[in-house]
C-alpha cells in the first residue's frame, strides 16, 4: 500500500493527542472511534463521580469490548444461519416429496 492510501491523522482524547497514519478509506471509522469514546468516557464520569482516570478508562474499555462481543456473535449466528439455509431447503424440498 503506497502512501497517498494513507492519511495522517490526530485523535484526541482528554489532554492527549494521538497522531496516527491510517488507511484513507478507514479515516470516517477512527473518527467514529474517537467520537464513541469520548460518549463513553462522558457516560462514566458523569455517572460515578470521582474515581480515577484509569477507572473510568477501563470501564471505556469494557463497555467497547462488550459491544464489539455483542457485534461477533450476531455475526457468527448470522453466517450459522447463512450456511444452515441451503440445508433447510433442500430437508424441505425432499419432505414436500414425500
Known amino acids: 500500500m503506497n502512501m497517498e492510501d494513507k492519511q495522517k491523522i490526530t ?7 494521538l497522531p496516527m497514519t491510517v488507511k484513507r478509506k478507514d479515516e470516517h471509522i477512527y473518527r467514529d472511534a474517537e467520537k464513541l469514546m469520548k460518549e ?3 457516560f462514566y464520569t458523569n455517572t460515578y463521580k470521582g474515581l480515577a482516570t484509569e477507572r473510568y478508562m477501563i470501564m471505556c474499555m469494557l463497555d467497547i469490548a462488550v459491544r464489539l462481543q455483542h457485534t461477533i ?9 447463512n450456511k444452515l439455509k441451503p440445508l433447510v431447503d433442500d430437508i424441505e424440498k425432499l419432505l414436500k416429496q414425500t
Do not use: Q
Request: net charge negative.
Open 11 to 17: 485523535i484526541r482524547f482528554g489532554s492527549w493527542d
Open 40 to 42: 463513553r468516557y462522558a
Open 73 to 81: 456473535e450476531k455475526n457468527d449466528s448470522i453466517e450459522l444461519v
